[in-house]
């Protein structure tokens, strides 16, 4: 993993990836297109003429940021950050899984909510303007049900019907889904390759830089309660089902999510991980504290073994043990203000 592959080595591992990828998109294409499955059924108004749910009785307006944009978004931008990291990291592998990990993500939770879509789905809050229902079209008992026979179903609906369609497929937003799943993966890649939580004190633009991402999915999510094409719940599960897929997608592309030492190291496809000596372990974009040196010095030096400190090695003069270090070899451990004379409770 430390040299590039030719097209033909690197096709030999990930041929399967894109057969699988293509075919679930193509899925995902065929269920996005097909009728809303379920039948709904919904109220218009009371008998004195008020409607029953103003909710769903908004207009309809122009989407702030439209579907294509925000799969663009949640896309486009985590490739370019991960090109840019690439000034320091300069790993193919490591452009390799980021990228296969991220199209993980975006194309698992994108199959996911549109089969969510067409088999639960929902009404928008624009629901009944678009569907513009007419009472008068009713013709027999059983096009109005419930207590009084208040509810009608879309028979009665005078709209054009792909846009009624659209308006029955609320549940959950995909414009969140696609903006979480992308960006939360992103904010977990800059995570490890910044060392934010890791062993030592970072500088504040670290903490900023990584949550930038995760601010553009909110964003994208809440704008959908503006222009009144999505629920608060819609929003909600999007995001869930984004974040859920950004997680497990990293972690079948890397070593870890949050373990410091060894989140930011792409795991190979042909063999196991090598606790003990593994792959580009310098495959950061950090250089702080001695991380991002050939031996990935920071959490791995010349001798690896892995504890429940640090993973184990020399750094310089400091020896690598359970986190505790000085200059002339390791720290035994022991209780601050311990001694001859000291009660246990006065120790810290």
Known sequence: MTTRPSFGQWLKYTWLDIVTMAAMGAIGLGVYEAHPAPTRSFPVTFSDGEVVYPQFAY??????????????????????????????????????NAVIG????????????????????????????????????????????????????????????????????????????????????????????????????????????????????????????????????????????????????????????????????????GVPFDFGNPELAGAVFTHRVGWGAASGAGAYGDKHTYNDGPIGGTHGNHAFNNGVTGTNGTFSRKPVASGPGRASEEMV
């Open 102 to 269: 991220l199209l993980y993500a975006l194309i698992t939770a994108a199959v996911f909510q549109v089969f969510l879509k067409w088999l639960i789905g929902g009404l928008r809050p624009h629901f009944l303007a678009v569907c513009q229902p007419d009472t008068s079209l009713i013709k027999n008992q059983y096009d109005a049900t419930g207590f009084k026979q208040i509810y009608f179903t879309r028979d009665i609906c005078t709209g054009d019907p792909d846009t009624i369609d659209d308006s029955l497929e609320s549940f959950p937003s995909g414009h969140t889904t696609a903006a979480f799943a992308g960006f939360v993966y992103l904010y977990l890649y800059l995570n490890a390759k910044l060392k934010v939580f890791a062993n030592y004190h970072p500088a504040m633009w670290k903490l900023i830089a990584i949550y930038a991402p995760i601010l553009g999915a909110v964003l994208i999510g809440g704008a959908l309660t503006i222009d009144e094409f999505h629920n608060w719940y819609d929003v909600f599960a999007g995001a869930c089902i984004g974040t859920v897929m950004a997680f497990s997608a990293y972690r079948m592309t890397y070593a870890a999510i949050w373990d410091w030492r060894i989140n930011h190291i792409p795991l190979n496809r």
């Open 59 to 96: 207009p309809l307006r122009k989407e702030i940021i439209p579907i294509w944009a925000a799969a663009l978004l949640g896309s486009l931008v985590p490739i370019f950050v991960i090109l840019i990291c690439q000034i320091r990291i300069r790993s193919f592998w490591d452009v390799n």
